[in-house]
Nanobody, 116 residues
Framework: QVQLVGSGGGLVQAGGSLRLSCAAS????????IGWSRQAPGKQRELVAD???????NYADSVKGRFTISRDNAKNTLYLQMNSLKPEDTAVYYC??????????WGQGIQVTVSS
């Protein structure tokens, strides 16, 4: 099992920046992919960015060039640096992890609100 605890988020004006963090604990060595998804009101949850055990990063087209996913293996912490934020980035953000076993885990939602 893996426990994911997210932090960060809040209210920011368009063009601003925020950083989300996700602290992982438990069977972290079993994680194959870890990343961030988001869900805006009335919309389906969508992948924002993820990173696999090989260090390969994957981004949604809508955030490429603005968001950066990174991890600190020593701290078992995942980050999402969000720059040039837009009102359409407003959503609840979730950290998620996929284990070697195929099990998936989710952190609690983090509200990000971007005002125009």
């Amino acid at each position: 099992q893996v426990q994911l605890v997210g932090s960060g988020g809040g209210l920011v004006q368009a063009g601003g920046s925020l950083r989300l963090s996700c602290a992982a604990s438990g069977s972290t060595r079993s994680i194959t992919v870890i990343g961030w998804s988001r869900q805006a009101p009335g919309k389906q949850r969508e992948l924002v960015a993820d990173i696999n055990s090989g260090g390969n990063r994957n981004y949604a087209d809508s955030v490429k060039g603005r968001f950066t996913i990174s991890r600190d293996n020593a701290k078992n912490t995942l980050y999402l640096q969000m720059n040039s934020l837009k009102p359409e980035d407003t959503a609840v953000y979730y950290c998620h992890a996929l284990l070697r076993s195929g099990s998936a885990y989710w952190g609690q939602g983090i509200q990000v609100t971007v005002s125009s």
